[in-house]
Nanobody, 123 residues
């Protein structure tokens, strides 16, 4: 099975930037779409961004559109989440996961959830 490991989180000031990485190992198929999600304490997990594994399509949460991007590097079996203009509301644990839809018709996840990576934005 595909194993996913998130990394790149940390502590940043308001207005700063971070790039998160989601590295896949094990069996990896080129048609896997990938998504980023986040969960703040006491809140439900929410969708952040998604990309088809071939890179033909991307999708972003409306509230984050323009600040976050989700590039990929298939040669490294890695997808990234580039976050700009961060604010304290972005503080959360960020998770990646495989998505069922090759074309992002839906954002239903396929794999199990990992440990995520903590992003903390200070004021």
């Amino acid at each position: 099975q595909v194993r996913l490991v998130e990394s790149g989180g940390g502590l940043v000031r308001t207005g700063g930037s971070l790039r998160l990485s989601c590295a896949a190992s094990g069996r990896t198929f080129s048609n896997y779409s990938m998504g980023w999600f986040r969960q703040a304490p006491g809140k439900e997990r929410e969708f952040v961004a998604a990309i088809s594994w071939t890179g033909d399509r991307t999708s972003y949460a409306d509230s984050l559109k323009g600040r976050f991007t989700i590039p990929r590097d298939n040669a490294k079996n890695t997808v990234y989440l580039e976050m700009n203009s961060l604010n304290p509301e972005d503080t959360a644990v960020y998770y990646c996961n495989t998505l069922r839809s090759p074309t992002l018709m839906t954002l239903t996840t396929w794999g199990s959830w990992g440990q995520g990576t903590q992003v903390t934005v200070s004021s």
